[in-house]
């Protein structure tokens, strides 16, 4: 996944002895009884969709949550339960824990009348088991089992949800696209289930196989079952619907299945000035982290952010001012998380005044010799350094490093549609190179003039040919053939390429095309090798790596070109099947990832997947920029400064994108994410700044964050903006990006 994404949608627990043994945000005053939700947590539930259910099921209105591990199930928990949660993770081990008394629990629970909501493993734990006798400790609830297809990778699909879903839990008919990470991919058995009656709401709308080895397909596999079990009810999801506040309904509409009730929660805004705080959650909870987790997302005493190890290896410290690691079953794996391969990354955290805080079994695999790691007592130690924390002086803003004295000249499109941001943000900030950015139609006006290299982005190569026009694609094409570089990456790749189907313009500059124009394979994590002159060209030896795809070109052989030499650095080697639709596409395996060489006197690089969109491949995009200059730029992080505003920022023109580098990220009395419609994921953000034309829709969007006490400010700098701006209630317009800073303050 994109960080963009990653960290816009990380939204968002009680001590034994001092904390009360469950927690919910009740509806005082409700006609009905609160609801009982009880919350798996012990070994095999693990990571943030955990945390996820935590956070959903505490802040629920009229319920109370309650944790539970395989202990607490055997001992009667779920005798005062009225539903249970069953989140992702390895539904093995949460068989194991449960036991074989538990299991049975389990199935008398929801065959006597109670609710079984489950996701991914949640699905895995009430399936069938194998015909090879594998997971002989599944439930068999439900007449599925899982089938090859299964635990291939980790991506977002689209799932069909048909009319039965509408009907019996009011989930709307259509397409949702959901996060799948290695769920079953079911067929339902021949032999039904004594007492049970199931009905398949949604299915597989299309596929991922991020191996080069073919597997079945998931297209069209049921994905999500709802089942009358004897009296009570049952439904599962193969996917992680937790994970994104934009598909909620589906978790409201589970709930309206097995309880006949609506459920709903809300999350209270962030409060200007909060710690920022990553929770780590690389492993199974336990009870008492699990209350830990709900005192933090109901209390709202600092802003709470689930982290993992993978979100640490995206960067993620950079946007936190400290992180918890609690005691709990995982504890010991807290290592993997924070050092290992991520240590370099903690210590530059600890360095620029971050805090670790931790204790118990977490604290024996912390590194208490580090400046900055504290190793406490129990959870109410924790708590109260973090405040201490808290009330220390602020730190002095990041000090930017100075320009060389002739720093290499680098240009980016800049249009509303582009992936440019973070290779910006790497050029920026880089002391060797000096950053413009070019409006398309600034090409045929000598823009180009004086740069010694151009960035050609993602969004669509099509779209950027014609913003540019042909007189502009004339300019760049003579700009590389003169002796400039270019720096193509998806939809850039793709322009600088042959036409492969009549009607999509391209600047022909390399004798390789896209291999299958008319389709589009969606986007996901894929993994690619470097070839012998790829290893060569980028000086490394690091062949193999995982980088994201969206949907850019295969590049097959075209036809040659006159003084040009380009050679493929990196093939695909995953297949990656369509992950949007159910239609087949070309092979993707065996095909160039990333062309590099010559076109006249002038240089390219091509990447046809986005390594710039995860920070732990950065390091081809400065490898690349490096063959191109002969210099690769220096990394130089943008820190969260702490007390700093959480501003979100619409990415759309030339003036926003100068407005953003050529201020608000030098400003260390804020810190700024980019945002996109729908505006769905703001708990975090103190405030939103809109760039482009404001509309009643855009701003219908952000009634909840407004109401909340977020703040919207829309730079309004054409009269069309302003007369928009005059109807919507609760923004700020200003005239100008000026008064900006000052809106955001007031």
Same mark, same amino acid.
């Given at each position: 996944?994109?960080?963009?994404?990653?960290?816009?949608?990380?939204?968002?627990?009680?001590?034994?002895?001092?904390?009360?043994?469950?927690?919910?945000?009740?509806?005082?005053?409700?006609?009905?009884?609160?609801?009982?939700?009880?919350?798996?947590?012990?070994?095999?539930?693990?990571?943030?969709?955990?945390?996820?259910?935590?956070?959903?099921?505490?802040?629920?209105?009229?319920?109370?949550?309650?944790?539970?591990?395989?202990?607490?199930?055997?001992?009667?928990?779920?005798?005062?339960?009225?539903?249970?949660?069953?989140?992702?993770?390895?539904?093995?081990?949460?068989?194991?824990?449960?036991?074989?008394?538990?299991?049975?629990?389990?199935?008398?629970?929801?065959?006597?009348?109670?609710?079984?909501?489950?996701?991914?493993?949640?699905?895995?734990?009430?399936?069938?088991?194998?015909?090879?006798?594998?997971?002989?400790?599944?439930?068999?609830?439900?007449?599925?089992?899982?089938?090859?297809?299964?635990?291939?990778?980790?991506?977002?699909?689209?799932?069909?949800?048909?009319?039965?879903?509408?009907?019996?839990?009011?989930?709307?008919?259509?397409?949702?696209?959901?996060?799948?990470?290695?769920?079953?991919?079911?067929?339902?058995?021949?032999?039904?289930?004594?007492?049970?009656?199931?009905?398949?709401?949604?299915?597989?709308?299309?596929?991922?196989?991020?191996?080069?080895?073919?597997?079945?397909?998931?297209?069209?596999?049921?994905?999500?079952?709802?089942?009358?079990?004897?009296?009570?009810?049952?439904?599962?999801?193969?996917?992680?619907?937790?994970?994104?506040?934009?598909?909620?309904?589906?978790?409201?509409?589970?709930?309206?299945?097995?309880?006949?009730?609506?459920?709903?929660?809300?999350?209270?805004?962030?409060?200007?000035?909060?710690?920022?705080?990553?929770?780590?959650?690389?492993?199974?909870?336990?009870?008492?982290?699990?209350?830990?987790?709900?005192?933090?997302?109901?209390?709202?005493?600092?802003?709470?952010?689930?982290?993992?190890?993978?979100?640490?290896?995206?960067?993620?410290?950079?946007?936190?001012?400290?992180?918890?690691?609690?005691?709990?079953?995982?504890?010991?794996?807290?290592?993997?998380?924070?050092?290992?391969?991520?240590?370099?990354?903690?210590?530059?955290?600890?360095?620029?005044?971050?805090?670790?805080?931790?204790?118990?079994?977490?604290?024996?695999?912390?590194?208490?010799?580090?400046?900055?790691?504290?190793?406490?007592?129990?959870?109410?130690?924790?708590?109260?350094?973090?405040?201490?924390?808290?009330?220390?002086?602020?730190?002095?803003?990041?000090?930017?490093?100075?320009?060389?004295?002739?720093?290499?000249?680098?240009?980016?499109?800049?249009?509303?549609?582009?992936?440019?941001?973070?290779?910006?943000?790497?050029?920026?900030?880089?002391?060797?190179?000096?950053?413009?950015?070019?409006?398309?139609?600034?090409?045929?006006?000598?823009?180009?003039?004086?740069?010694?290299? /151009? @960035?050609?982005? *993602? #969004?669509? $190569?099509?779209?950027?040919?014609?913003? +540019?026009? &042909?007189?502009?694609?004339?300019? !760049?094409?003579?700009?590389?053939?003169?002796?400039?570089?270019?720096?193509?990456?998806?939809?850039?790749?793709?322009?600088?390429?042959?036409?492969?189907?009549?009607?999509?313009?391209?600047?022909?500059?390399?004798?390789?095309?896209?291999?299958?124009?008319?389709?589009?394979?969606?986007?996901?994590?894929?993994?690619?090798?470097?070839?012998?002159?790829?290893?060569?060209?980028?000086?490394?030896?690091?062949?193999?790596?995982? /980088? @994201?795809?969206? *949907? #850019?070109? $295969?590049?097959?052989?075209?036809?040659? +070109?006159? &003084?040009?030499?380009?050679?493929? !650095?990196?093939?695909?080697?995953?297949?990656?099947?369509?992950?949007?639709?159910?239609?087949?596409?070309?092979?993707?395996?065996?095909?160039?990832?990333?062309?590099?060489?010559?076109?006249?006197?002038?240089?390219?690089?091509?990447?046809?997947?986005?390594?710039?969109?995860?920070?732990?491949?950065?390091?081809?995009?400065?490898?690349?920029?490096?063959?191109?200059?002969?210099?690769?730029?220096?990394?130089?992080?943008?820190?969260?400064?702490?007390?700093?505003?959480?501003?979100?920022?619409?990415?759309?023109?030339?003036?926003?994108?100068?407005?953003?580098?050529?201020?608000?990220?030098?400003?260390?009395?804020?810190?700024?994410?980019?945002?996109?419609?729908?505006?769905?994921?703001?708990?975090?953000?103190?405030?939103?700044?809109?760039?482009?034309?404001?509309?009643?829709?855009?701003?219908?969007?952000?009634?909840?964050?407004?109401?909340?006490?977020?703040?919207?400010?829309?730079?309004?700098?054409?009269?069309?903006?302003?007369?928009?701006?005059?109807?919507?209630?609760?923004?700020?317009?200003?005239?100008?990006?000026?008064?900006?800073?000052?809106?955001?303050?007031?």
């Amino acid at each position: 996944m994109n960080i963009v994404k990653i960290v816009c949608l990380a939204a968002l627990v009680t001590v034994s002895g001092c904390l009360a043994p469950e927690s919910g945000a009740s509806s005082k005053g409700a006609d009905e009884k609160p609801l009982k939700v009880a919350v798996f947590v012990g070994s095999g539930a693990r990571n943030i969709g955990a945390f996820r259910w935590l956070e959903i099921t505490a802040r629920a209105k009229n319920v109370v949550a309650t944790p539970v591990d395989g202990e607490a199930v055997r001992s009667g928990a779920l005798d005062s339960a009225d539903v249970l949660v069953m989140p992702g993770g390895r539904a093995h081990q949460e068989a194991k824990s449960l036991g074989q008394e538990g299991r049975e629990r389990v199935k008398s629970f929801v065959r006597g009348g109670g609710g079984y909501i489950g996701s991914c493993a949640g699905f895995y734990l009430v399936s069938q088991p194998s015909k090879t006798g594998v997971r002989k400790d599944y439930l068999g609830l439900i007449p599925f089992v899982d089938t090859p297809s299964g635990g291939n990778g980790r991506a977002e699909l689209n799932f069909a949800f048909n009319e039965k879903a509408e009907k019996l839990a009011g989930i709307k008919k259509g397409i949702y696209r959901i996060l799948y990470s290695r769920g079953p991919v079911p067929v339902r058995t021949a032999r039904e289930v004594e007492g049970t009656r199931a009905e398949v709401l949604a299915t597989y709308h299309s596929d991922y196989n991020p191996k080069s080895a073919p597997y079945p397909s998931k297209a069209g596999h049921p994905a999500v079952v709802a089942a009358e079990c004897g009296k009570g009810k049952l439904f599962a999801f193969t996917c992680h619907p937790e994970n994104d506040a934009n598909d909620y309904e589906c978790i409201k509409g589970a709930f309206r299945y097995v309880t006949g009730r609506e459920v709903d929660w809300d999350y209270s805004q962030r409060k200007r000035g909060q710690l920022v705080v990553g929770f780590m959650c690389d492993d199974s909870f336990g009870v008492q982290t699990a209350r830990l987790a709900q005192k933090l997302v109901t209390d709202e005493e600092f802003d709470v952010i689930p982290l993992n190890k993978a979100l640490v290896s995206d960067g993620m410290l950079h946007n936190l001012d400290a992180v918890l690691v609690p005691d709990g079953e995982g504890a010991e794996n807290v290592g993997a998380g924070l050092y290992g391969e991520n240590a370099e990354r903690t210590k530059a955290f600890l360095a620029r005044g971050g805090r670790i805080f931790a204790w118990g079994r977490a604290a024996r695999t912390a590194k208490r010799s580090e400046s900055g790691v504290t190793c406490v007592a129990d959870s109410d130690a924790a708590l109260a350094a973090m405040r201490a924390f808290a009330a220390e002086p602020i730190p002095p803003p990041q000090v930017f490093p100075a320009k060389v004295a002739k720093p290499i000249r680098a240009g980016v499109l800049q249009n509303p549609v582009n992936s440019c941001l973070p290779i910006a943000r790497l050029l920026d900030f880089s002391p060797e190179y000096e950053l413009t950015f070019i409006a398309p139609e600034e090409y045929v006006k000598g823009a180009l003039e004086g740069l010694d290299l /151009v @960035i050609m982005p *993602g #969004g669509g $190569a099509t779209r950027q040919y014609k913003s +540019i026009g &042909d007189d502009g694609a004339a300019a !760049l094409k003579r700009f590389v053939r003169e002796g400039g570089k270019y720096y193509g990456v998806c939809a850039g790749a793709f322009l600088a390429m042959q036409q492969s189907i009549e009607g999509f313009s391209r600047l022909d500059m390399v004798p390789f095309k896209d291999d299958d124009p008319a389709y589009y394979r969606g986007d996901a994590p894929v993994k690619i090798a470097l070839t012998d002159d790829g290893v060569t060209a980028l000086e490394t030896t690091n062949t193999t790596h995982t /980088v @994201i795809y969206f *949907g #850019g070109p $295969a590049a097959i052989p075209g036809d040659p +070109i006159a &003084d040009t030499d380009v050679k493929v !650095l990196a093939r695909y080697e995953s297949r990656l099947v369509n992950t949007r639709q159910p239609k087949p596409v070309a092979e993707l395996a065996g095909k160039g990832a990333i062309l590099g060489g010559r076109v006249g006197k002038g240089k390219v690089f091509l990447s046809c997947p986005h390594p710039e969109k995860q920070e732990q491949t950065m390091e081809l995009v400065r490898r690349g920029l490096k063959y191109l200059t002969g210099v690769a730029p220096t990394t130089v992080h943008l820190e969260r400064p702490r007390g700093a505003l959480s501003v979100r920022y619409q990415f759309s023109d030339k003036k926003a994108a100068d407005y953003l580098f050529g201020t608000l990220y030098r400003d260390s009395r804020f810190h700024v994410w980019p945002v996109k419609p729908p505006f769905v994921e703001l708990p975090h953000a103190d405030a939103v700044v809109l760039t482009s034309a404001v509309s009643e829709k855009a701003v219908k969007k952000l009634t909840p964050f407004i109401a909340r006490g977020g703040r919207v400010v829309a730079v309004c700098d054409t009269p069309k903006k302003r007369e928009a701006a005059k109807s919507l209630p609760g923004v700020i317009a200003v005239k100008s990006y000026n008064e900006v800073s000052h809106a955001l303050l007031k």
